[in-house]
């Protein structure tokens, strides 16, 4: 099945930047889709934005144009949020997340990250 390991989140002034790194271990050779989604004390969970295996990028509206998802150029597993421009809005547990589903006739379960923390300060 798939492990995931996040890392990257922190405390930054609106305006500022950081980048998300989730590894996704699995033993099946299949790209993964990957996706990111937070959520902030009191409110749903929500997408950010996912990659497919294809490479299909979506994003929610909030983070268009300030935020960036991407994979590993060596490993494909490894997927990015790179998120420029933060604002308060922004600040939440975001969640790494794998869908669950058939990848090269293996299927795979869902799974979520832990969890990494970003806080936007003013």
């Known amino acids: 099945q798939v492990q995931l390991v996040e890392s990257g989140g922190g405390l930054v002034q609106a305006g500022g930047s950081l980048r998300l790194s989730c590894a996704a271990s699995?033993?099946?050779?299949?790209?993964?889709?990957i996706g990111w989604y937070r959520q902030a004390p009191g409110k749903q969970r929500e997408l950010v934005a996912r990659?497919?295996?294809?490479?299909?990028?979506?994003y929610a509206d909030s983070v268009k144009g300030r935020f960036s998802i991407s994979r590993d150029n060596t490993n494909k597993n490894t997927a990015y949020l790179k998120m420029n421009t933060l604002t308060l809005e922004d600040s939440g547990t975001y969640y790494c997340?794998?869908?669950?589903?058939?990848?090269?006739?293996?299927?795979?379960?869902?799974?979520w990250g832990e969890g990494t923390q970003v806080t936007v300060s003013s």
């Open positions: 990659i497919s295996s294809s490479g299909t990028i979506t």
């Open positions: 997340h794998v869908p669950g589903g058939f990848y090269d006739g293996i299927y795979i379960l869902t799974a």
């Open positions: 699995t033993s099946t050779s299949s790209i993964l889709a």
